[in-house]
C-alpha cells in the first residue's frame, strides 16, 4: 500500500494549451453572444418594420372610412331633402286617404322619420368606428414594452 503522501499529487500549474484553450473558448463564446445579439436586434427592427407597414394600412383604412362617413352624411341629407321628403308626402297623403286623420297620419310620418334617422346614425357610427390605429398601438406596445412572460410555444392563443 502506498503511504497518504505519495497517493496525492501536488497541484500543478496550468499548462500553456489549456490557457489557450480557455481563450478560444471564450473568443468562441463572445463570438455566439454578437450573433445572437445581431439575431435580435435584426428581429427587433423586422418587427418596427411590420409595425410601421400595420400603421400604414390603418391610415389608408381610415381614411377610406372617412370618406365614406363624409358620404354617408351628404347621402343623409340629400336622402332627406329629396327622396325621403316625396316618399313621406305620398304615404301622408295615402294614409290620410285610408284614415282622415291628421293626428294619424302625422304619427305615422314621424315614426318613418324616427325610423331612418336611426338606421342612418347606427351606420355612422359603424363606418365611424373603423377609424383609428388600434393594431398599431397593440404592436407598439409588444414591441416596446418589457414583458415578464415566456414566450407562448404551442396550443392555444388567447387573442
Not at 31 to 51: F, M, P, R
Not at 76 to 104: D, E, N, P, R
Request: hydrophobic share 50%; with cysteine.
Amino acid at each position: 500500500m502506498q503511504s497518504r503522501e505519495t497517493a496525492e499529487a501536488p497541484p500543478q500549474a496550468p499548462e500553456p494549451a489549456k490557457a489557450a484553450n480557455i481563450g478560444e473558448q471564450t473568443w468562441d463564446q463572445l463570438t455566439e453572444l454578437a450573433a445572437i445579439s445581431w439575431c435580435i436586434s435584426s428581429n427587433y427592427t423586422q418587427q418596427i418594420k411590420l409595425t410601421a407597414d400595420t400603421a400604414q394600412a390603418e391610415l389608408s383604412l381610415s381614411a377610406r372610412s372617412i370618406t365614406v362617413a363624409a358620404g354617408l352624411v351628404v347621402c343623409f341629407a340629400a336622402g332627406l331633402i329629396l327622396l325621403w321628403g316625396s316618399m313621406l308626402l305620398v304615404i301622408g297623403y295615402v294614409v290620410f286617404q285610408v284614415t282622415g286623420t291628421a293626428l294619424i297620419t302625422a304619427s305615422v310620418l314621424l315614426l318613418l322619420q324616427c325610423l331612418l334617422l336611426f338606421w342612418c346614425w347606427r351606420s355612422l357610427r359603424y363606418v365611424l368606428s373603423q377609424v383609428g390605429f388600434s393594431h398599431t398601438w397593440q404592436q407598439l406596445c409588444s414591441v416596446f414594452a418589457a414583458r415578464d412572460k415566456p414566450a407562448q410555444t404551442g396550443g392555444s392563443h388567447a387573442d
